[in-house]
């Protein structure tokens, strides 16, 4: 079992494994949004680097000094890929996604649903200690059964996406237990 919500502080629990969204939601339901300094506790991250991210535009501009759904959660998929992927990339994969960030009516799935799919796909990973790749496709493939996607080509443009996006947080998670294991040898 993780010992966190991907791209969060808050510790993993096991009512978080089909619903990680389900550990946010009371946060965002109880502030009315967070402000950047709960959305830095939260996360870990620095609130210069957020601000960068929303200035770039990878992340929608804040209502009032508040982050919302829309933002927090595209800030936590960005912050969960980070580690192994260039911040280009991680951009490119969420517009492939869920195009524009400024126009919900483009995205094939809201970023909350994608952030429950991705939770869900490493925690059975991280269960099962996936390695194959076939492996992989067939859990990726069973938690897209679960959304409800009407053609054929955004179906097949998440899957890719998702597993390039799975990859890459497992190979942070891979590339943190080696950093433990180099610092043991000092």
């Known amino acids: 079992m993780p010992e966190y919500i991907p791209g969060t502080v808050l510790r993993f629990n096991s009512s978080a494994a089909e619903d990680c969204y389900s550990v946010i939601a009371p946060l965002l339901t109880v502030t009315k949004g967070l402000t950047l300094a709960q959305v830095r506790s939260l996360t870990g991250l620095e609130a210069s680097t957020i601000q960068n991210w929303v200035k ?7 209502e009032g000094k508040r982050y919302g759904e829309e933002q927090l959660m595209r800030i936590i998929l960005i912050n969960m890929m980070r580690g192994s992927m260039q911040m280009e990339q991680i951009a490119f ?5 869920n195009g524009s960030v ?9 970023d909350r649903e994608l952030f ?3 939770c869900s796909i490493i925690y059975i990973c991280e269960q ?3 390695s194959d790749e076939k492996y992989l496709d067939k859990v990726i ?4 059964e679960k959304v409800k996607i009407s053609d054929a080509i955004s179906q097949k443009k998440l899957r890719t996406a998702l597993r390039a996006m799975v990859l890459a947080i497992l190979s942070t998670q ?7 294991a180099f610092a043991q040898l000092g």
């Open 128 to 130: 099962n200690s996936v």
């Open 93 to 97: 994969l969420m517009s492939y996604i």
């Open 102 to 110: 400024e126009d919900r009516s483009d995205d094939i799935l809201p």
């Open 174 to 180: 891979m590339r943190e237990l080696a950093q433990k």
């Open 141 to 144: 493939d069973a938690q897209l």
């Open 56 to 62: 770039r535009g990878w992340v929608k501009n804040p």
């Open 116 to 118: 429950n799919i991705l």
